[in-house]
Nanobody, 117 residues
């Protein structure tokens, strides 16, 4: 059974840092592109950062220079290091994995990140 399990969320003050982790079970992790999305109430889920199976990264413009996505294939884990956090970063963050665009997509259960001003 495929599972993406997020951890590391919580409450942090503006300007602070937080690292989210997502451990994958039941997939060939190294073959999957992995991403982090976020969603706030009443808004569409947005793509925050992605890392391809070969390690190429892309970022939402508003998080460039503040967030960093990385993967550890032996540990089946993708991480999102977040720094200089702003109240606008408050959201539920979701881990996402997909082998290619025609393959099944997998979502984590979501984890809350709250940035206080």
């Amino acid at each position: 059974q495929v599972q993406l399990v997020e951890s590391g969320g919580g409450l942090v003050q503006a300007g602070g840092s937080l690292t989210l982790s997502c451990e994958a079970f039941g997939i060939v992790f190294s073959a999957h592109a992995m991403s982090w999305y976020r969603q706030t109430p009443g808004k569409q889920r947005e793509l925050v950062a992605s890392i391809s199976s070969s390690g190429t990264t892309t970022y939402l413009e508003s998080v460039k220079g503040r967030f960093s996505i990385s993967r550890d294939n032996p540990k089946n884990t993708v991480s999102l290091q977040m720094s200089s956090l702003k109240p606008d970063d408050t959201a539920v963050y979701y881990c996402y994995g997909r082998r290619h665009r025609f393959a099944m997509a997998y979502w984590g259960q979501g984890i809350q990140v709250t940035v206080s001003s």
